[in-house]
Structures are given as C-alpha cells and as structure tokens.
C-alpha cells in the first residue's frame, strides 16, 4: 500500500471533528495519517448548546464524541496545544511542543470573540462568551457578583444575557444599534422582543456606545456611554460579533478576505491548494457562516477535494430559528426584505400575546423570499419550506400567518414537499434521502435517523422528520405501527379510554377483551406497568392488592426503590419539606436501628438507603407509628412539592409557600401519572425553590398565584412555561386538578409533561384552550376523576402492614429467614455503602 | 419422537421440597434456598397458573436468583411477560429479559441462568437438585 498522507487539522471544534467524523465514516482513513491540534482542553464539543453547560451539562455529555473515539480509529489528538506557526515551504505546523509535517492541511480554527476596543476592556470582570473555559470564568467571576451586563444584543448575547440570569445575576444588555438583534428583526421586532425580554427582568438598553470601563463605586466596573451616563455592574459579558480566528493564515501569507477570513473557493482550497479551511475561519463567496450547518457541508466539501471526489460547497442558507430567553425568534431568507427589488411585505402584530410575523414575498405574490418571527415560531418549519423550495404560495398568502382558528400553525402537509426538500440542514438530508432510506428498508423512525443522520444535529428539524416519516411510511402502506408493545394494538392514551369507557377493572380482563390473541396473554414489562398506572389512576385501588401486585415493577411492589445491590431506599413524604423535630428524630432513630444510609434528597425529602427487603415491613411499622406515609418515591406518581419558606420567615416573600406546598401534596399524593410528576412553590419571584424547573411550578405573587406547566429538570431540562396568572387558592387546585388529569389521560407512557408539551398538537395555546377555556368541554369531569383520585387516598404501606397476604413477599427467602449473605456492606464517611 | 425418548424416571432422591403452594404469589416470583451438588443456591421461583386462553404448558419455573448484570440476587423480584410467545422474566435493575423455559438472555446470547426441573406435589412445590 501507498504510504498515507499526512493529514493534519487545526482546531478540534465542532466543524473540524465534523470531518474527523466524515474520513472515519467514508472509510478513507486509511489513506490518511490523521493528526489533530485543539488548542482547548476539551476535546470537541457541541459549541451549539454551549449554554446547556449552566444548567447542568458538563463538559463530557456535551463533548461530540467519546473520550477513546479518536484511538479507537487511529487518529491522533493532540488537546491543549495550539498551533503557533505554519511554514508552508517546509510544509510542517510548529507548537510549543515541536514541529509537525503535513502532506495536507485543514484550517478548522473556528472564530473569537470580538472585544470592541473600549478603554479597561481588559479590566478585571471582563469575560468572553464562546468556550467552556468562558464559562468557567463567567461562572467563577458570578459568585462575588450581585449583577451583570452583556455588551451586544445580537443572539449570541441573549444568550449570554439569559446564563447570567439564570446565574441569578441582575442583568443588563447593552446594544449600540436602536434594536435587539438588528440582523435578524425590524423595527417593530425588535421593539417586541424587548418587551418580552424586559419582561423577564432583564433590562435592555439601546443605542449604547460604551466609551470607556473604570473602576465602579457601588459595583467593580463602572461603563462610561456616549452621553457620559454610567451603568455599574460587577461583571461584563462581550459578545459583540466574532471575527474569524485566521492569525495563523495571516502570517503565512495565504490570501485572507477584506475583514478576515481565510479565502476559500467551492472545494474549500485556500490560495495555497496544500491548504483548507472550513467553518468559520473560511471566508466563501465574500461570507462568513456564523452557523454549524454551514461548516458541517464545507467539510463535506472538504472530505470530497482530499478524497478526488466532486462534492462542492455552493453556499448555505442562513435561516435560523432559536429560542432566547425563552423568546421564540426566527428568521427565514431576505428577512428585511431589501436583498430583493420589489419584494412586498405581509406583517401581523399582536400586541397583547407580544407575536410578531413578518413575510416578504415576490411582487406577484408567489413565492415566499423570507420571513421574520418573534413570540412564535410555531410557523416557522412550514415558511421555511415555502422558502427553501420554491414552493407557490396559497391564494391568500396572509393566511400564514394569520391567527389559525383551532389555533394551530397552518402546517404544509409533507406530501406538498418535493423530494429535494431540505429536511434537516445540519445533515444535509432531503425529503428524497429519507425517501431512498426507507426504500432501502429503513422501517420506522429510528432506522431513518441511523441512516441518515437526519435530526442528529442541532435537533431543530425532529418534529419534521417524524412527520416526513409517518407521511411516507403511510404512503407506502407500512401501518405506523403504535401499539404499546406487542399484547396490544393500542397506544397508551386508546388502553386508557377503553379502561375508563368500559370500566375494566383488572389487567386480566383487559388483556382477555382488547389484548392480541396470538400471545401468550402474560403481558409483560412494558404493557403491564402502563396498565397498572392507568388502573390506578382511574380507579385508585390499593396497587398491592393480588389482582395488580403482578403488574407492579419491583419498586412499586415492594413501594421502595431497588438500589443497585438489590436493598432498597425508603422514603418517607415529607409534604412540602416541613418536618418537626420529632419527627426527624424518628428518621434518625429508624436509620440506625435498620443501619441505613441517610442522605437528603433534592426534593427535600430524607433518603434511607440500604435496607433489606424483609425489613421493609418493620421499618414502614415504626414509621407509620410515628405519623409518616409512603412518600411513592417508588412510583410514578407525584413526588414532592418542593417549596421555599415563603412569606412565613423570608423577608421578601408575598405568600406563605410552604403552606400551599402542603396543601397541594397532600392533595395530589398517591396520583398515579403516566411519568413521575413534580412540584415547586415559591414565595416570591427570587424563585428559591426553582419551581420554574418543575412539572408544576407555582409562584407567588401580590395578587395570589402563577402556575407554570411542563418544566423539567434532569436529563432535558426545560423552562416551564407561564400557564394562569394571579389564581386564588380555589382556581389553582381547580386548573391543577384539569391540568394533571388531562396530562394523565393523554400522555405515553413514560412521557414526562415536558416532552408531552413537546408533543402535543397546538402547543401552549391548545392547552390553555383545553384547561382554561374549556374547549373540549371535559373539564367537569377531570375534575370529578381528581376528586375521586383525592378521596380515596390511602397510604399504601399502612394498607399492606395490616394485610398479612401482603407481608408474605417481604421475605429474603421462602424457606429461609436468614438474610441474603450476598449483600456486603462496607463503611464510609461514618455510614454504610455497598461494598 | 419416538415414544423412549419421553420416559424419565423421577428418582426420589434428586428431588427435594423447597416451600407450599401458598409461598408463591401468583404470576409473580419468590427467593428460595436449594441445594444443589454445587453448594447451596438462590432460586427464583415463578408461578403461572394455568388460565382458559394459554397455551403454555408448565405453570413452574425455577431459575437462578443471581443477576449476573447486577450482581446482585434479584431475579425472582423482576416482572413476568412474555415475549414473541415464550415466558420471560426481566430483570428490576437492568431489564434484561431471560427465557423462564431454559434462562437463556435475549439481549446477550452468551448469558445465561441456569435453571431446575419444578413440580407440585401435591400442596408442596418440589424441585430437582
Ligand atoms: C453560545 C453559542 C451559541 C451558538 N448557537 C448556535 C446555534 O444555535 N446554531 C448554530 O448553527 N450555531 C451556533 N453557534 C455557532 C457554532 O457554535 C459555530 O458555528 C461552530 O462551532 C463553528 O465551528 P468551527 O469548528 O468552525 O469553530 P469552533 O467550534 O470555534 O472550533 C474552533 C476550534 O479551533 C481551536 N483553535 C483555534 N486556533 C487554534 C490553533 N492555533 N491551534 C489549535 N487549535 C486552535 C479553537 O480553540 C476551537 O476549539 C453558537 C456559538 C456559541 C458560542
Ligand atoms: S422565593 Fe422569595 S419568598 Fe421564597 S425564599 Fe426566595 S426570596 Fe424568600
Ligand atoms: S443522576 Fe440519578 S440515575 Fe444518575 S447516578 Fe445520580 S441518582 Fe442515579
Ligand atoms: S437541522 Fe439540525 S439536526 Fe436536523
């Protein structure tokens, strides 16, 4: 064989590893000797959701591939050390380290930040916003700090305006144009995206030249504008624009743009045919891509010029759609409308629900040039395929984005999509990819994504590749096949009518009714715990009881959580954090009696860890005694109602949360739901008890109450979103009451609310037509289900300790009392932990 | 099959009672001590009793209680189904499905659990070492 080419990339960001990925995938590795230079720490990571990183991603679950990914493939990387020079006669790349040959090179490095040249721009406090070390800073820099002040209101500092809130700083922005965003929105836009952002406590300043930082009195840093008025803050964010990071290409002399930028041509070659570049260091046709799409097709384009293929790069499309600040902000093609002679412009502004849409179309009204959106998205996906194909536009173009009477976005159907339809950008995917892999056997949506990749990027495009999908499964007359598993043909929300409409009782009588004939009827691990929810939550038996205890996962059998060595964790309800002294004694008491490890939860529960399955029953004994209930921390069920001290000790509360808090769990306990549900009330909008991060968050105001819906923390968090404003105690329980139970009537399985929002047809706004309207006219009777629900409550544990039928599985063995010998312990930190 | 093929002798002696009738919960699992010619074993005992619409033949299973995923003794907690026509039981940790019949995993055709011959007599169930 040939010797390899001695390949080297500089940059490991998000489009460099993109072609590490693309040689991998396309097998022509073994041409090359691959060397990558990464002057961060971090091997690549998704730069896109950069932000995610302060709510809880680290570094590793944001890194783009797995820590052993480029070994495993014979690739070299070469993290923390930056390239410092090319010398392109010896063809070599030096770095602190040494000197590296190369046959080819790829410029992959990316852009920086700019700083606007302000005098005290290097004070202290002053930060960047692009790399996980920014954020480092950013977050340390936060800790002394009360407020802080992003300079620029582009996307990029929106972004970073809502991590300093969400940092809990008092947060500022600060933009030179009269408007936020100036390249994506109007005037009127602009205007409304203001509203909205102020309304969300941050304050926003226009038309702002920062002429110099000094030293603050009140705060660190004090920023001088034009007018010679100051603001003070503790902490400066600049993200005024990026420049592209093209040092190295400078001095070596390769042909660089007017305002920077490595020139490339359609096969992404420099001026130098031994070098490339891509992402946004490459500067094409006059542009910069300041987004990953782009990047990602040059170094496809890329991969095709060092592998003889015909692949070019021929530009890309700058449509974005985003979320800032929980603001929905899209904009689609000639947004302005001034790219194109004799556009003509349709606007719809909605002052009181802050929605702004904007289309520009050709002067015959035929064809959609661009668009523009704030407060909404929701049309988002279907303009931009009127866009991108070139598809005509119906006869009263306004209707799109026109208010929809059901109040859903005027969809385009994905059958009126041609097959070059660009489905998913990230990708590169058209309708027709999507077509030939399910030709090609692809059979449902996983097998799609595998074979293509579609939706694997920035994740913008999953609601349209699942709708293409059904659409072209349907058409080739595959049954998009449902069923919760293979028992029964229904999906989850059919199996609940059916148990409600025809009053099924038991698991047995449905499976022998409405299960598939063909199967052995036992049911098994998925269907049988979805039916065992829904028969709890329509009928609310004690789940012990014979008829279901079968149907039960471990944890609801034995109402603990099985740990990783087989014992169990206990967990008392604590409602809304509250517990008397008394009562922590007895936790502490039981705990050592039982010798079980103890540790607070974050629903402000205790956590008893590590006790023996024929313990169970003694433990629960002596906590019923002293007052406590099963706390279902083992079921899917509502958990805790987590809540902040309220009005009752802290000084700035308005009403007493943790009151409400123990109202609203000792109302919802034992609700058996779809997934586990949880609760937050707050006292006053500090938010102290982050209730903004929960299924239901309930924070307090003036007037009474502002319920949120459908947030989650975990593995997807998600802002809940602002449902009912200033509720009385009556209307919370009421709009709770309607809201859960029309969550539990049609959700999935194991769909969080989150992701059931997600799902759902019609969004927030049907949602709220539903519940707070009653649209569907069903909210007499969920409130009637709740209440059944609510009334026949009783503690599970004090249910099955008096019931010695029930006591019979809590032994270790059934001839044997003895414990099981296998479960070793070993101490730490003064407690038990497996060994 | 030829008719020699089915005969078996149930010696006495290879048998041994584990618990009663009563010990085991219907279309579910309990733990049980057995000893075997290798020492003393965890087994997980499944009763399914016969209902009109099932084909399946045996209403007693005997596997191992050991999760060789976990490593921890649990299978006789997991869930009961069955899958494609056989009857399974999934493990509560890690939810991996073993075949009730011959233990064999269906996620991972190299594990296996082993698995004892289990019968009623009379009030008691009775297992072969
Ligand atoms: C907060 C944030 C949010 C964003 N959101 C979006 C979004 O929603 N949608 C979207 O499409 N895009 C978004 N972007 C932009 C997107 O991240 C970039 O387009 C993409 O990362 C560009 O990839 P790249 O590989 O060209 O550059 P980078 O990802 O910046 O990678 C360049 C790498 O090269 C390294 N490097 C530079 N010089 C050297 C050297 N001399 N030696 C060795 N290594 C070097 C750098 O350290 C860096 O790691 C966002 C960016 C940020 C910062
Ligand atoms: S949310 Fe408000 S009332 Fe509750 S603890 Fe925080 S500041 Fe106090
Ligand atoms: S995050 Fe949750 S699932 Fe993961 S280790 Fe912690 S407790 Fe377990
Ligand atoms: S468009 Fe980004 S993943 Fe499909």
Redesign the pocket.
Known sequence: MATPTKLII???????HHLAEQLVESGALERFEVTI????RHRAYD??H??EYFSGRDADSLALCEADYYTNHGITLRSGE??TRIDREQQTVITAQGSYPYDQLVL????FPFVPPIPGNDSEGCLV???LDDLDAIQAAAKNATNGVVVGGGL?GL?AANALRDLNLDTAVVEFAPRLMPMQVDNEGGELLKEKIEALGVQVLTERATQRIEPGETSRLRMVFQDDKVLETDLIVFSAGIRP?DT?ARECGLNIGERGGVVIDDQCCTSDPAILAI???ALWNQSIF????P?YQMAKAALSTLTGGDTHFSGADMS?K?KLLGVDVGSIGDAHGTQNPGARMFRYLDPITQVYRKMVVTSDGKKLLGAMLVGDNGAYDTLLQYYANGIELPKEPASLILPQQSGAAPALGPDALPETAMICSCHNVTKGDICTAIDGGAADLANVKGATKASTG?GGCTALLKSVVDHELEARGVEVDKSICEHFAHTRQELYDIVRVEGIKTFSELIEKHGNQDTHCLGCDICKPAVASILASCFNEPITDAAHVPLQDTNDTFMANMQKNGTYSVVPRIAGGEITPDKLVVLGQVAQKYQLYTKVTGGQRIDLFGARLEDLPAIWGELIEAGFETGHAYGKSLRTVKSCVGSTWCRYGVQDSVGMAIKLENRYKGLRAPHKIKFGVSGCTRECAEAQSKDIGIIATENGWNLYVCGNGGMRPRHAELFATDLDDEQLYRTIDRFLMFYVRTADRLQRTSVWRENLDGGLEYLKEVILEDSLGINSELERQMQHVVDSYQCEWANAISDPDKLKRFRSFVNDARPDPSIIMTSERGQLRPA | MTATALKHTVSTDTWQPLCAKADLVAFSGVAAWLNTSEGPAQVAIFYLPRQRSQGQEKELYALDHFDPFSNANVIARGIIGDVKGSPVVASPLYKQHFRLEDGQCLEDEDVKLRTWKVAFRGEEVWVEK
Do not use: D, H, K, P
Not at chain 1, 108 to 111: D, E, P, Q, R, V
Not at chain 1, 290 to 293: D, I, K, P, R
């Open positions: 500089i940059g490991n960001g998000m489009v460099g230079f990464g002057e961060e730069r896109v950069l932000s930056a390239v992959a490095t990316g852009s916003y692009r790399t990029l972004e990071q190295l992402g946004e260091v300041g987004l990953v799409a990047g974005t985003l920035c």
